[in-house]
């Protein structure tokens, strides 16, 4: 039976004004392998400073730029336009046919910690890369532009500061911070940039030119392995990110005189170790006294000199990650335990040093890529669960140019950041299948679909 035209009109204008209700079909046959995904993960992870399993890989580094080159080649094989920004960042678009302005983004970051793992954050790069590949070879034609980004340094590792190339991307960035981080060379970020073949004349310059103008992002939304335990245990296959944590960096240091571990009497002691020892102890007080799981703090680093067995500390370095999707909790953590710095200092008679070395802004993703996510796992016939992410990424400062989500798939027994990271192929396949038509719907569909079956 052949549909009036009338209707036919009629039909499109409502589905375009409403693109995330369940009648709205996308392509419902996506040519996607989970193995071969997990396969060019495995090739990524080749470039590594350390040998597989483990993965470290530092921004700029000869394996970095390895990884770039094939990352870069992975595009171009899936018929993306590639584009470099002045601080690294490397994006591929699958053109829309310009009926909507503003782009629909997708992508995460392929640095690693020492000694990490081949999933974190390679996920969101390759399996967009093959979101986008999917989409095209099923015929889909969006109305908006979807761009996958391989974000540069969301790791902290050379210059102590994460996700550099989103929060450059988002403004936030000021010159002045970046050029005072150094790496453990004394070598800067925009010369570290310039010598990758990236950078401008100056770091303010470099900046500039990586903001993004406004409105030319409609949406944002990262594939991530989960990083914690709770789709594996419960036997669900996709999470819909509702919130992003956020974190508030602090370093305390604490001074004693030290001197000979045999000579100095313990009453006249004033140890900055156990000063360090006594704190850490705080710091997971203040986090367990506000009975909100979501709260999280970690004294994850304590450096002590002169560090020999025969010798009473004299300097202690401690390094706090107090994580929460409640700024005013956090915040109040926070204060609790630089009280608590302050109060061990006196008592033992060390000297004080505190520094608030970061303090963001958790983060709500948007309902429209949230009911995208939610739509995409229904029409897949997953098992979906709405969760907060508590770790750290890219999408949290993408949430300040432009409505994002996150899309999370189960990780062998919740770990990260270690080399025997795992996600099988399935969740794998799974997480792109639902990554590919969150953005088609995010992006809408031109005209003449093509050869999908919408």
Known sequence: MRLHEPFIRWTGALLLLCPYIGAFQYPSKLDVSGSLVVEQLLKLATFSDVPNPAVTRIVFTPNDMKARAYVKDLM??????????????????????GSAEGLVQTGSHTDAIPLAGAYDGTLGVIGGIAA???????????R?????????????????????????????????????????????????ATAAGYGRGSTQAMLDAARVKPGSVSSFVELHIE?????????????????????????VRFSGDGGHAGAQLMPRRNDAGLAAAELALAVEAAALGTGAPDTVATAGRVDLAPNTVNSVPREAAVEIDLRDVDESRRDAVLAQILAAAEEIAARRRVRLQTEVANRDAPATCAAEVVAAATAAAE?????????????????????????????????????????DEFASPAHVELGVKALALTLARLAGAAGNPGKAEL
């Open 379 to 419: 029409q897949l016939g997953a098992s979906h669960a709405r969760l907060v992410s508590r770790a750290y990424h890219d999408a949290l400062f993408m949430a300040q140019i432009a409505p994002t989500g996150m899309i999370f798939i189960p990780c062998r027994g919740g770990w990260s950041h270690r080399p």
């Open 227 to 251: 990083q914690g335990p709770e789709l594996e245990a419960n036997g669900t296959s996709l999470g819909i990110v509702t919130a992003i944590a956020a974190p508030a960096a602090l370093r």
């Open 76 to 97: 171009q094989l899936a018929g993306l336009t590639l584009r470099e920004d002045a601080v690294g960042n490397i994006f591929g678009l699958l053109a829309g046919d």
């Open 144 to 192: 908006r532009g979807i761009e996958v980004i391989m974000f540069t340094s969301e790791e902290p590792t050379r210059f102590s500061l994460s996700c550099l190339g989103s929060r450059a991307m988002a403004g936030v960035l000021s010159a002045e911070t970046l050029a005072r981080r150094l790496d453990e060379n004394g070598t800067d970020f925009l010369t570290a």
């Open 132 to 142: 986008l590949r999917a989409l095209s070879a099923a015929g889909f034609r969006p």
